[in-house]
Protein backbone atom coordinates (compact mmCIF):
# COMPACT_ATOMS: atom_id res chain seq x y z
CA UNK A 1 0.00 0.00 0.00
CA UNK A 2 3.11 2.22 0.63
CA UNK A 3 5.02 1.74 -2.66
CA UNK A 4 1.19 2.12 -4.50
CA UNK A 5 1.14 5.94 -2.88
CA UNK A 6 4.45 6.40 -3.14
CA UNK A 7 4.65 5.31 -6.63
CA UNK A 8 1.29 7.33 -7.19
CA UNK A 9 2.60 10.79 -6.29
CA UNK A 10 5.76 10.05 -7.85
CA UNK A 11 4.13 9.87 -10.93
CA UNK A 12 2.44 13.10 -10.60
CA UNK A 13 -1.67 11.49 -10.84
CA UNK A 14 -2.29 11.95 -7.05
CA UNK A 15 -0.69 14.98 -4.39
CA UNK A 16 -2.16 14.83 -0.73
CA UNK A 17 -4.78 13.70 1.83
CA UNK A 18 -5.70 16.61 4.20
CA UNK A 19 -7.85 17.05 6.94
CA UNK A 20 -8.35 20.49 9.18
CA UNK A 21 -10.41 21.10 12.62
CA UNK A 22 -10.63 24.53 14.36
CA UNK A 23 -8.78 24.77 17.69
CA UNK A 24 -10.25 27.37 19.97
CA UNK A 25 -10.47 28.13 23.64
CA UNK A 26 -12.66 30.44 26.22
CA UNK A 27 -9.99 33.33 26.05
CA UNK A 28 -9.59 33.29 22.53
CA UNK A 29 -6.02 31.71 22.63
CA UNK A 30 -4.04 32.04 18.68
CA UNK A 31 -2.13 28.91 17.66
CA UNK A 32 1.37 30.82 17.36
CA UNK A 33 4.78 29.01 17.30
CA UNK A 34 4.56 29.46 21.19
CA UNK A 35 1.49 27.43 21.69
CA UNK A 36 1.74 24.60 18.97
CA UNK A 37 5.16 23.78 18.45
CA UNK A 38 5.65 21.96 22.40
CA UNK A 39 2.36 20.03 21.00
CA UNK A 40 3.71 19.07 17.71
CA UNK A 41 7.06 18.12 19.43
CA UNK A 42 5.43 15.43 21.79
CA UNK A 43 3.83 14.20 18.29
CA UNK A 44 6.91 13.97 16.63
CA UNK A 45 9.10 12.28 19.89
CA UNK A 46 6.22 9.52 19.85
CA UNK A 47 4.52 9.21 16.65
CA UNK A 48 7.01 7.46 14.62
CA UNK A 49 5.43 8.50 10.73
CA UNK A 50 5.99 11.91 11.63
CA UNK A 51 9.74 11.52 11.45
CA UNK A 52 10.20 9.61 8.43
CA UNK A 53 11.18 10.29 4.42
CA UNK A 54 10.96 7.80 2.23
CA UNK A 55 14.70 7.21 -0.04
CA UNK A 56 15.81 4.68 -3.00
CA UNK A 57 14.82 5.08 -6.95
CA UNK A 58 11.03 5.52 -7.00
CA UNK A 59 11.18 4.56 -10.65
CA UNK A 60 11.35 1.17 -10.45
CA UNK A 61 9.23 1.42 -6.33
CA UNK A 62 12.19 0.43 -4.67
CA UNK A 63 12.11 2.39 -1.96
CA UNK A 64 12.48 2.22 1.96
CA UNK A 65 11.68 4.44 4.69
CA UNK A 66 14.42 6.43 6.46
CA UNK A 67 13.89 7.59 10.08
CA UNK A 68 15.09 12.12 9.71
CA UNK A 69 17.86 12.93 12.27
CA UNK A 70 15.41 15.98 12.96
CA UNK A 71 12.02 17.87 12.24
CA UNK A 72 12.67 22.14 12.02
CA UNK A 73 8.98 23.11 12.13
CA UNK A 74 9.52 26.40 11.00
CA UNK A 75 10.31 24.69 7.79
CA UNK A 76 6.88 22.02 8.12
CA UNK A 77 4.12 24.86 9.91
CA UNK A 78 2.95 27.40 7.64
CA UNK A 79 0.62 30.60 9.27
CA UNK A 80 -0.69 31.61 6.41
CA UNK A 81 -3.71 33.64 7.54
CA UNK A 82 -5.39 32.54 5.06
CA UNK A 83 -9.66 33.04 5.70
CA UNK A 84 -10.87 30.86 2.92
CA UNK A 85 -11.21 27.50 3.63
CA UNK A 86 -11.94 26.31 0.54
CA UNK A 87 -9.43 28.50 -1.37
CA UNK A 88 -6.11 26.64 1.69
CA UNK A 89 -7.74 23.22 0.51
CA UNK A 90 -7.33 23.98 -3.03
CA UNK A 91 -4.08 25.64 -2.79
CA UNK A 92 -2.73 22.80 -0.40
CA UNK A 93 -4.39 19.78 -2.93
CA UNK A 94 -2.39 21.53 -5.81
CA UNK A 95 1.25 21.11 -3.52
CA UNK A 96 2.60 17.40 -3.69
CA UNK A 97 5.02 16.62 -0.60
CA UNK A 98 8.49 16.31 -2.04
CA UNK A 99 10.20 12.80 -1.25
CA UNK A 100 13.72 12.66 -0.64
CA UNK A 101 13.95 15.79 0.93
CA UNK A 102 15.38 16.32 4.86
CA UNK A 103 11.64 18.08 5.57
CA UNK A 104 8.78 15.10 6.43
CA UNK A 105 5.92 13.57 4.90
CA UNK A 106 3.61 16.10 6.15
CA UNK A 107 3.15 19.62 6.79
CA UNK A 108 0.30 21.90 8.75
CA UNK A 109 -1.01 25.15 7.49
CA UNK A 110 -2.84 27.74 10.48
CA UNK A 111 -5.64 29.60 8.71
CA UNK A 112 -6.92 33.10 10.11
CA UNK A 113 -9.56 31.30 12.77
CA UNK A 114 -7.23 29.12 14.00
CA UNK A 115 -8.08 25.82 11.80
CA UNK A 116 -5.09 24.21 11.07
CA UNK A 117 -5.02 22.32 8.34
CA UNK A 118 -2.76 18.81 8.03
CA UNK A 119 -1.88 17.68 4.79
CA UNK A 120 0.24 14.59 4.25
CA UNK A 121 1.60 12.44 1.58
CA UNK A 122 -0.88 8.93 1.61
CA UNK A 123 1.93 6.76 2.13
CA UNK A 124 2.29 7.49 6.12
CA UNK A 125 -1.61 8.27 6.88
CA UNK A 126 -4.71 7.53 5.41
CA UNK A 127 -8.19 9.25 5.58
CA UNK A 128 -8.95 7.90 9.30
CA UNK A 129 -5.76 8.73 10.21
CA UNK A 130 -5.97 12.19 9.46
CA UNK A 131 -8.51 12.31 12.03
CA UNK A 132 -5.92 10.34 14.49
CA UNK A 133 -3.69 13.20 13.98
CA UNK A 134 -5.81 15.48 15.14
CA UNK A 135 -7.28 14.14 18.29
CA UNK A 136 -3.54 13.45 19.30
CA UNK A 137 -3.17 16.80 18.43
CA UNK A 138 -5.62 18.01 21.03
CA UNK A 139 -3.92 15.94 23.46
CA UNK A 140 -1.08 17.10 23.09
CA UNK A 141 -2.04 20.64 22.92
CA UNK A 142 -3.65 19.71 26.25
CA UNK A 143 -0.82 18.57 28.14
CA UNK A 144 1.68 21.47 26.87
CA UNK A 145 -0.87 24.23 28.00
CA UNK A 146 -0.78 23.15 31.69
CA UNK A 147 3.35 22.08 31.95
CA UNK A 148 5.27 24.58 32.90
CA UNK A 149 8.47 23.51 31.10
CA UNK A 150 7.92 23.69 27.44
CA UNK A 151 10.21 23.94 24.54
CA UNK A 152 8.74 25.68 21.41
CA UNK A 153 11.94 25.95 19.65
CA UNK A 154 11.56 24.70 16.19
CA UNK A 155 13.80 22.02 15.82
CA UNK A 156 12.90 18.55 17.19
CA UNK A 157 15.40 15.62 16.86
CA UNK A 158 13.48 12.68 16.17
CA UNK A 159 13.99 9.50 18.83
CA UNK A 160 15.14 6.26 17.48
CA UNK A 161 13.41 4.49 19.61
CA UNK A 162 9.46 5.25 18.27
CA UNK A 163 8.32 2.36 16.16
CA UNK A 164 6.32 2.35 13.10
CA UNK A 165 3.17 0.04 13.09
CA UNK A 166 3.74 -2.65 10.73
CA UNK A 167 2.17 -2.73 7.57
CA UNK A 168 -0.90 -3.94 6.54
CA UNK A 169 0.14 -7.11 5.52
CA UNK A 170 1.73 -8.00 8.58
CA UNK A 171 -1.43 -7.58 10.84
CA UNK A 172 -4.10 -8.77 8.42
CA UNK A 173 -4.91 -11.74 5.97
CA UNK A 174 -4.64 -9.96 2.92
CA UNK A 175 -3.90 -13.18 0.63
CA UNK A 176 -7.10 -13.25 -1.92
CA UNK A 177 -8.87 -16.50 -2.68
CA UNK A 178 -8.19 -18.73 -5.97
CA UNK A 179 -11.42 -17.12 -6.62
CA UNK A 180 -10.50 -13.60 -5.66
CA UNK A 181 -7.58 -14.28 -7.71
CA UNK A 182 -9.81 -15.46 -11.27
CA UNK A 183 -12.08 -12.44 -11.17
CA UNK A 184 -10.00 -9.91 -10.38
CA UNK A 185 -7.42 -11.21 -13.77
CA UNK A 186 -11.25 -11.91 -15.74
CA UNK A 187 -11.95 -8.35 -14.64
CA UNK A 188 -8.29 -7.10 -16.09
CA UNK A 189 -7.79 -9.36 -19.38
CA UNK A 190 -11.53 -9.59 -20.44
CA UNK A 191 -12.06 -7.93 -23.46
CA UNK A 192 -13.87 -3.95 -23.25
CA UNK A 193 -17.17 -5.36 -24.43
CA UNK A 194 -17.37 -8.53 -21.81
CA UNK A 195 -16.73 -6.08 -18.66
CA UNK A 196 -19.22 -4.42 -16.17
CA UNK A 197 -17.27 -1.61 -16.61
CA UNK A 198 -18.61 -1.15 -20.63
CA UNK A 199 -22.09 0.76 -19.59
CA UNK A 200 -20.33 2.51 -16.70
CA UNK A 201 -19.86 5.76 -16.03
CA UNK A 202 -16.48 7.14 -14.98
CA UNK A 203 -16.78 10.96 -15.92
CA UNK A 204 -14.07 11.94 -18.87
CA UNK A 205 -11.41 9.52 -19.94
CA UNK A 206 -7.74 9.72 -18.03
CA UNK A 207 -5.22 12.49 -19.82
CA UNK A 208 -2.42 10.55 -21.82
CA UNK A 209 -0.06 12.17 -19.25
CA UNK A 210 0.12 13.51 -16.15
CA UNK A 211 -0.49 17.48 -15.36
CA UNK A 212 2.25 19.65 -14.70
CA UNK A 213 -0.05 20.23 -11.60
CA UNK A 214 -3.40 18.98 -10.33
CA UNK A 215 -6.01 20.84 -9.66
CA UNK A 216 -8.83 19.69 -7.51
CA UNK A 217 -11.42 21.88 -7.04
CA UNK A 218 -13.21 21.81 -3.91
CA UNK A 219 -16.68 22.38 -2.40
CA UNK A 220 -18.31 22.00 0.91
CA UNK A 221 -21.49 21.32 2.10
CA UNK A 222 -22.65 20.97 5.98
CA UNK A 223 -25.33 19.07 7.39
CA UNK A 224 -25.83 21.16 10.82
CA UNK A 225 -25.76 18.74 13.87
CA UNK A 226 -30.15 18.93 14.61
CA UNK A 227 -30.32 17.90 10.64
CA UNK A 228 -27.60 14.92 11.00
CA UNK A 229 -29.12 13.83 14.30
CA UNK A 230 -32.04 13.09 12.43
CA UNK A 231 -30.75 11.54 9.59
CA UNK A 232 -29.02 9.34 11.89
CA UNK A 233 -32.14 8.44 13.79
CA UNK A 234 -33.77 7.62 10.22
CA UNK A 235 -31.06 5.03 9.31
CA UNK A 236 -31.36 3.28 12.33
CA UNK A 237 -34.81 2.98 12.17
CA UNK A 238 -34.41 1.69 8.45
CA UNK A 239 -31.20 -0.72 9.39
CA UNK A 240 -29.30 1.49 7.35
CA UNK A 241 -26.08 3.81 8.04
CA UNK A 242 -25.05 7.81 7.43
CA UNK A 243 -22.81 5.77 4.87
CA UNK A 244 -25.17 3.22 2.91
CA UNK A 245 -27.89 6.21 2.81
CA UNK A 246 -25.46 9.09 1.25
CA UNK A 247 -24.24 6.48 -1.19
CA UNK A 248 -27.47 5.44 -2.36
CA UNK A 249 -28.82 9.23 -2.43
CA UNK A 250 -25.38 10.05 -4.34
CA UNK A 251 -26.57 7.32 -7.13
CA UNK A 252 -29.82 8.37 -7.23
CA UNK A 253 -28.80 11.89 -7.76
CA UNK A 254 -26.06 10.95 -10.56
CA UNK A 255 -28.37 8.71 -12.26
CA UNK A 256 -31.20 11.30 -12.77
CA UNK A 257 -28.59 13.53 -14.33
CA UNK A 258 -27.02 10.95 -16.23
CA UNK A 259 -30.51 9.92 -17.83
CA UNK A 260 -30.27 13.48 -19.65
CA UNK A 261 -27.16 12.08 -21.59
CA UNK A 262 -28.74 12.24 -24.99
CA UNK A 263 -26.53 9.73 -26.22
CA UNK A 264 -27.77 7.42 -23.34
CA UNK A 265 -24.37 6.22 -23.15
CA UNK A 266 -25.14 5.03 -19.68
CA UNK A 267 -26.45 1.94 -17.73
CA UNK A 268 -24.29 1.63 -14.39
CA UNK A 269 -21.82 3.72 -12.47
CA UNK A 270 -18.60 2.82 -11.38
CA UNK A 271 -18.65 3.46 -7.83
CA UNK A 272 -15.83 2.94 -4.79
CA UNK A 273 -16.36 3.07 -1.46
CA UNK A 274 -13.84 3.02 1.02
CA UNK A 275 -13.00 1.10 3.77
CA UNK A 276 -10.90 1.31 6.20
CA UNK A 277 -8.68 -1.56 7.64
CA UNK A 278 -8.25 -0.64 11.07
CA UNK A 279 -10.88 -2.57 13.00
CA UNK A 280 -9.42 -5.45 10.87
CA UNK A 281 -6.07 -5.05 12.28
CA UNK A 282 -7.93 -4.09 15.34
CA UNK A 283 -5.33 -0.90 16.16
CA UNK A 284 -6.40 1.61 18.48
CA UNK A 285 -8.70 5.11 16.84
CA UNK A 286 -5.54 7.01 17.39
CA UNK A 287 -3.15 4.75 15.53
CA UNK A 288 -1.30 7.18 12.18
CA UNK A 289 -1.75 3.99 9.47
CA UNK A 290 -1.48 3.60 5.86
CA UNK A 291 -4.86 0.86 6.17
CA UNK A 292 -7.03 1.82 3.29
CA UNK A 293 -9.16 -0.48 0.87
CA UNK A 294 -12.09 -0.41 -1.41
CA UNK A 295 -15.19 -1.91 -2.88
CA UNK A 296 -15.45 -1.08 -6.20
CA UNK A 297 -19.73 -1.43 -7.77
CA UNK A 298 -21.39 -1.33 -10.59
CA UNK A 299 -24.98 -0.32 -9.58
CA UNK A 300 -27.63 0.08 -12.26
CA UNK A 301 -28.87 4.05 -12.69
CA UNK A 302 -31.49 4.19 -10.27
CA UNK A 303 -33.51 7.44 -9.84
CA UNK A 304 -35.61 6.94 -6.77
CA UNK A 305 -34.28 6.20 -3.38
CA UNK A 306 -35.33 3.64 -1.32
CA UNK A 307 -34.71 2.44 2.05
CA UNK A 308 -34.54 -0.96 0.87
CA UNK A 309 -31.22 -0.52 -1.03
CA UNK A 310 -29.61 1.76 1.65
CA UNK A 311 -30.22 -1.18 4.40
CA UNK A 312 -28.74 -3.66 1.88
CA UNK A 313 -25.92 -1.54 0.86
CA UNK A 314 -25.41 -1.21 4.54
CA UNK A 315 -24.68 -4.69 5.11
CA UNK A 316 -22.91 -5.76 2.33
CA UNK A 317 -20.40 -2.83 3.44
CA UNK A 318 -20.59 -4.56 7.02
CA UNK A 319 -19.78 -8.05 5.31
CA UNK A 320 -17.03 -6.57 3.72
CA UNK A 321 -15.07 -4.49 6.40
CA UNK A 322 -12.50 -8.05 6.86
CA UNK A 323 -12.90 -9.28 3.23
CA UNK A 324 -11.35 -5.84 1.44
CA UNK A 325 -8.22 -7.27 2.56
CA UNK A 326 -8.05 -9.24 -0.56
CA UNK A 327 -7.98 -6.05 -2.56
CA UNK A 328 -5.30 -5.28 -1.03
CA UNK A 329 -3.64 -8.81 -1.63
CA UNK A 330 -4.09 -8.18 -5.53
CA UNK A 331 -1.20 -5.93 -5.74
CA UNK A 332 1.48 -8.88 -4.73
CA UNK A 333 0.77 -10.06 -8.28
CA UNK A 334 2.13 -7.15 -9.83
CA UNK A 335 5.36 -8.48 -8.63
CA UNK A 336 6.58 -4.58 -7.40
CA UNK A 337 5.67 -3.61 -11.09
CA UNK A 338 3.90 -0.34 -9.19
CA UNK A 339 5.11 2.16 -12.10
CA UNK A 340 3.62 0.73 -15.32
CA UNK A 341 0.81 -0.58 -13.44
CA UNK A 342 -0.17 2.90 -12.85
CA UNK A 343 1.09 4.36 -16.44
CA UNK A 344 -1.76 1.70 -17.53
CA UNK A 345 -4.20 4.15 -16.08
CA UNK A 346 -3.42 6.98 -18.05
CA UNK A 347 -5.20 7.69 -21.49
CA UNK A 348 -8.19 4.95 -20.65
CA UNK A 349 -11.32 4.95 -18.57
CA UNK A 350 -11.38 6.18 -15.43
CA UNK A 351 -11.38 3.90 -12.34
CA UNK A 352 -14.58 5.14 -10.92
CA UNK A 353 -17.38 8.33 -11.13
CA UNK A 354 -17.21 8.80 -7.60
CA UNK A 355 -15.28 7.76 -4.74
CA UNK A 356 -17.27 7.65 -1.20
CA UNK A 357 -15.02 8.25 2.25
CA UNK A 358 -16.25 8.43 5.14
CA UNK A 359 -13.70 8.96 8.06
CA UNK A 360 -16.27 8.64 10.72
CA UNK A 361 -16.50 11.21 13.80
CA UNK A 362 -13.43 13.00 15.52
CA UNK A 363 -13.49 11.50 19.05
CA UNK A 364 -12.02 13.91 21.89
CA UNK A 365 -9.55 12.58 23.94
CA UNK A 366 -10.39 11.88 27.33
CA UNK A 367 -8.10 14.51 28.16
CA UNK A 368 -9.11 17.79 30.17
CA UNK A 369 -8.09 21.30 29.28
CA UNK A 370 -8.82 23.92 27.95
CA UNK A 371 -9.06 23.57 24.08
CA UNK A 372 -11.58 22.51 22.11
CA UNK A 373 -11.54 20.92 18.66
CA UNK A 374 -15.41 21.96 16.35
CA UNK A 375 -15.35 21.75 12.26
CA UNK A 376 -13.85 18.82 11.28
CA UNK A 377 -13.37 18.80 7.27
CA UNK A 378 -11.53 16.03 5.17
CA UNK A 379 -10.51 16.31 1.52
CA UNK A 380 -8.85 13.90 -0.93
CA UNK A 381 -7.44 14.48 -4.97
CA UNK A 382 -6.72 11.19 -6.95
CA UNK A 383 -8.50 13.00 -9.75
CA UNK A 384 -6.14 12.31 -12.15
CA UNK A 385 -6.76 8.52 -12.35
CA UNK A 386 -8.91 7.62 -9.75
CA UNK A 387 -12.17 9.17 -9.57
CA UNK A 388 -13.69 11.34 -11.31
CA UNK A 389 -15.65 13.20 -8.48
CA UNK A 390 -14.28 12.68 -3.97
CA UNK A 391 -17.03 12.36 -2.02
CA UNK A 392 -15.89 12.91 1.60
CA UNK A 393 -17.51 13.07 4.81
CA UNK A 394 -16.31 13.47 8.18
CA UNK A 395 -18.59 14.16 11.24
CA UNK A 396 -17.62 16.78 13.70
CA UNK A 397 -17.80 17.02 18.27
CA UNK A 398 -21.22 18.87 17.43
CA UNK A 399 -22.67 16.28 15.70
CA UNK A 400 -22.73 18.08 12.23
CA UNK A 401 -21.58 16.27 9.10
CA UNK A 402 -19.22 18.02 6.74
CA UNK A 403 -19.04 16.98 3.35
CA UNK A 404 -16.05 17.87 0.69
CA UNK A 405 -16.15 17.34 -3.09
CA UNK A 406 -13.25 17.17 -5.35
CA UNK A 407 -12.72 17.35 -9.04
CA UNK A 408 -10.32 18.43 -11.92
CA UNK A 409 -11.15 20.42 -15.30
CA UNK A 410 -10.19 16.74 -16.84
CA UNK A 411 -12.40 14.25 -14.86
CA UNK A 412 -15.59 15.87 -14.91
CA UNK A 413 -17.36 19.38 -15.98
CA UNK A 414 -17.90 21.80 -12.71
CA UNK A 415 -21.85 22.58 -13.80
CA UNK A 416 -22.69 18.86 -13.26
CA UNK A 417 -20.89 18.51 -10.01
CA UNK A 418 -22.78 21.85 -9.39
CA UNK A 419 -26.18 20.17 -9.89
CA UNK A 420 -24.83 17.30 -8.21
CA UNK A 421 -24.35 19.04 -5.05
CA UNK A 422 -27.43 20.83 -5.28
CA UNK A 423 -29.26 17.26 -6.39
CA UNK A 424 -27.44 15.77 -3.31
CA UNK A 425 -28.76 18.34 -0.60
CA UNK A 426 -31.79 18.48 -2.14
CA UNK A 427 -32.57 14.70 -1.43
CA UNK A 428 -30.62 14.54 1.96
CA UNK A 429 -33.41 16.97 3.33
CA UNK A 430 -36.23 15.47 1.67
CA UNK A 431 -35.25 11.96 3.52
CA UNK A 432 -34.58 13.86 6.96
C1 LIG B 1 16.73 -1.92 -4.09
O1 LIG B 1 17.55 -1.00 -3.39
C2 LIG B 1 18.46 -1.61 -2.52
C3 LIG B 1 19.14 -0.54 -1.68
O2 LIG B 1 19.17 0.69 -2.29
C4 LIG B 1 19.45 -2.43 -3.33
O3 LIG B 1 20.37 -3.08 -2.48
C5 LIG B 1 18.67 -3.49 -4.10
O4 LIG B 1 19.54 -4.23 -4.95
C6 LIG B 1 17.57 -2.85 -4.94
N1 LIG B 1 16.74 -3.89 -5.52
C7 LIG B 1 16.42 -3.92 -6.81
C8 LIG B 1 15.52 -5.05 -7.22
O5 LIG B 1 16.82 -3.10 -7.59
C1 LIG C 1 -18.52 22.06 9.27
O1 LIG C 1 -19.53 21.99 10.24
C2 LIG C 1 -19.54 23.06 11.17
C3 LIG C 1 -20.59 22.77 12.21
O2 LIG C 1 -21.88 22.82 11.70
C4 LIG C 1 -19.77 24.38 10.46
O3 LIG C 1 -19.75 25.43 11.39
C5 LIG C 1 -18.68 24.56 9.43
O4 LIG C 1 -18.89 25.73 8.69
C6 LIG C 1 -18.60 23.37 8.51
N1 LIG C 1 -17.46 23.53 7.64
C7 LIG C 1 -17.56 23.55 6.34
C8 LIG C 1 -16.31 23.75 5.59
O5 LIG C 1 -18.58 23.42 5.75
Redesign the pocket.
Known amino acids: MERFHITKAFLGLDTVILASAQYTTQDGTVLTPETLFPALRNLIESQAPLGLQTMGDEATANVSWVRLPSVDLSRVVEFSGERE??DAYESQLARPIKTQTALPLWRVEVLADNTLIFANHHAICDGESLLSFHMLLLRALQETSTSTSVDASPVVMVPDTTLLIPPVEQLVDVRPSFLRTVQELYEHFAPASWRPARFAWSGHPTPFKPPPQINTHIR???L??AESSQLLAACRAHGATITSVLYVLAINVLSRLLQCDPLMRYKHIATITAISLRGAANLPREAIIDYPSSRTTYPRLDPIFSWADAARESRELASMKTSTAKTVGMLRWLFGQYVPFMQEKLGTRREAGFTMSNIGRFETPDVKGRWSV????FAQSDVIVGHALTFSLTG?P?G???F?FGWTDSSVDTPFVEQFIEGLREAILEII
Not at 374 to 377: A, D, M, P, Q, Y
Open positions: LAFLTPSGRTVDSALNS
